[in-house]
């Protein structure tokens, strides 16, 4: 790792780079086999991390235990104050961290700033709500009494995450799970490890700072082995996990099992409908960024377009135009727009997914492919692809975590096209094109979209921390982020409370002795 500013970014964040040993993270409490965090621009090495064994993993739990009750007696806006100096080392932080971001996942290095920019975002958010967990008051039907509800910590989060984000989804989580007075303990994607370790030497050194342990905030580095150490663990109530569909479907049953709470953020397969009155200006830029965006590598990316027929050629002609102009290469280069994809299966997958699409009757429109040759040769640099293809067939049915966008007509009224967009599993994010009110407003209604995240003139990806994030059926049912997501960090407890001479009982029930 000796070009692209990476080994002076490595520096800048304390992490071990591959001349200097293996890296564990600031706990220090990895001792496991070794895994390798290779970067899918260059195909190299960047460094060695350690795993986290189960001897570990009860070390760092002891940790996470130990540090919970202090930080839970912290005043809230106390720990505000915690979480507001995190947010400015992450601004000193923002280059180093991004383009690290950037060259161990292979997201643009603008994304990979913009993903800093929503940890610092986030920051900000849990600051101001560190002095509004609030609870509510209710009317008591008794004389003389009070009802109203408290809002209290949970204890240790476990909190698993996926690569293509591999810092900003544990902030929106720890972030608000810390000003709610919980400690956290974090396993990062097994590809994206580093990105993890910067993160927990950053915070090391803000509680270090303000004498308070290590505990309230660890990481536990490995797969998904290291990941069932949490998913099975009683003293951990709530699981954080974002991921795959397949993924939730096991982390959730492991976690209800032993009735613990799990906020599950799963695979999308988005949709943007767009009308007869859309608007090329906005449809074109949206779509495009959309589909190649993160090379198709966002939960949110779009999968599928869903196009009146009367302006269907319109729109393919200028979608298919705007690929023409897309560049492919190393993220770090700003010229670029697309990077590579995070490894050589998601590659396979990708070449798959064209294949089935075109043994199910998909036409290519734009050919897809591996690109050969200099600057590519890790081998994870694909074309995006567009195929005309059915909703209904099966590998459109399915995620497909690359640049693969799938186009299809509807006729008639926006309806149809409402029913295509909820025809799939997947319920995360979608968007419709119009200047017609009574269209973007029937899409909105309760007969609209069915998803968590619903868009109007704007494209299925790239939300703000300020809305709750999540989506429903197969994306899981979870909310991070902004609005009231916080509560789920929380145990809420109903107080009643009598301050009279009397007992009476609720529904006028009568008990004499
Ligand atoms: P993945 O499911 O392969 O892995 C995600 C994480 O889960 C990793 O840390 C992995 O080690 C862990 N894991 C896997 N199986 C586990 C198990 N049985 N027990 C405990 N932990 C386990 O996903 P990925 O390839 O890293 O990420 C891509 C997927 O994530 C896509 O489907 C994408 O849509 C989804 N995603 C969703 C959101 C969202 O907010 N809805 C955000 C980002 C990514």
Redesign the pocket.
């Given at each position: 790792a000796t070009d692209f500013g990476i080994e002076k970014a490595l520096k800048a964040l304390g992490v071990k780079d591959i001349n200097e040993g293996t890296s564990t993270g600031s706990n220090n409490f990895s001792s496991g086999d070794v895994i390798e965090s290779i970067s899918p621009v260059n195909g190299k090495l960047i460094a060695k991390v350690k795993t986290t064994t189960k001897a570990d993993y009860e070390k760092v739990m002891d940790a996470a235990t130990a540090a919970f009750p202090i930080w839970r007696a912290m005043p809230a806006p106390q720990r505000g104050e915690i979480v507001r100096q995190f947010g400015n080392k992450l601004r000193e932080l923002k280059e180093p961290l991004g383009r690290l971001v950037s060259f161990e996942m292979g997201k643009s290095l603008q994304e990979g700033y913009g993903e800093v920019q929503e940890m610092i975002d986030i920051c900000d958010f849990a600051v101001g709500l560190s002095r509004q967990l609030n609870g509510q008051t209710m009317p008591s039907e008794r004389p003389g009494h009070v009802m109203r509800e408290q809002w209290h910590s949970l204890g240790v989060v476990g909190i698993?995450?996926?690569?293509?984000?591999p810092v900003a989804?544990w902030a929106w989580n720890t972030a608000l799970a810390w000003v709610c007075g919980d400690v956290c303990v974090w396993?990062?994607?097994?590809?994206t490890p580093l990105c993890s370790i910067a993160c927990q030497n950053i915070i090391a050194g803000v509680l270090k700072d303000n004498n308070l342990p290590e505990g309230i905030s660890c990481i536990i580095n490995g797969?998904?082995k290291v990941?069932?150490m949490m998913?099975t663990d009683t003293r951990i109530p709530l699981i954080s996990?974002?991921?795959?569909?397949?993924?939730g479907r096991?982390?959730g049953v492991?976690v209800a099992e032993r009735f613990g709470k799990s906020l599950l953020?799963?695979?999308?397969n988005n949709a943007i409908i767009i009308t007869p009155t859309a608007d090329l200006k906005v449809v074109v830029p949206g779509a495009v960024f959309g589909a190649v965006g993160t090379a198709g590598q966002r939960?949110t990316s779009t999968r599928r377009l869903i196009i009146h027929e009367s302006v269907y050629d319109k729109v393919r002609d200028a979608i298919v135009g705007a690929y023409k102009q897309l560049t492919i290469g190393n993220p770090l280069d700003e010229k670029n727009h697309i990077g590579p994809l995070i490894d050589k299966d998601a590659v396979n997958a990708y070449l798959s997914a064209i294949e089935r699409a075109k043994a199910e009757g998909g036409t290519v429109l734009v050919e897809g492919g591996v690109v050969e040759g200099e600057g590519y040769e890790s081998g994870c640099y694909v074309k995006p692809a567009i195929i005309e293809a059915e909703n209904h067939y099966e590998i459109v049915q399915h995620?497909t975590?690359a640049p693969v966008l799938y186009l299809m007509k509807y006729s008639g009224d926006v309806e149809n096209a409402i029913d295509k967009q909820n025809g799939v599993a997947q319920g995360?994010s979608s968007a419709i094109m119009t200047n017609e009110m009574k269209e973007a407003e029937k899409f909105l209604s309760f007969a609209g979209s069915d998803c968590g995240i619903a868009n109007v003139n704007i494209g299925t990806s790239g939300a703000e921390i300020g809305g709750a994030?999540?989506?429903e059926k197969e994306?899981?049912g979870g909310r991070?982020s902004g609005s009231d997501a916080w509560k789920v960090y929380m145990r809420r407890q109903t107080n009643t409370v009598n301050y009279s001479d009397e007992l009476p009982l609720a529904q006028g029930i009568k008990f004499d002795l």
């Open positions: 698993i995450s996926a690569f293509n984000f989804v396993k990062a994607s097994e590809k797969d998904y990941g069932e998913t996990a974002t991921g795959s569909t397949r993924m096991i982390v492991t953020e799963l695979g999308g939960c995620e975590f995360l994030f999540g989506g994306t899981g991070e």
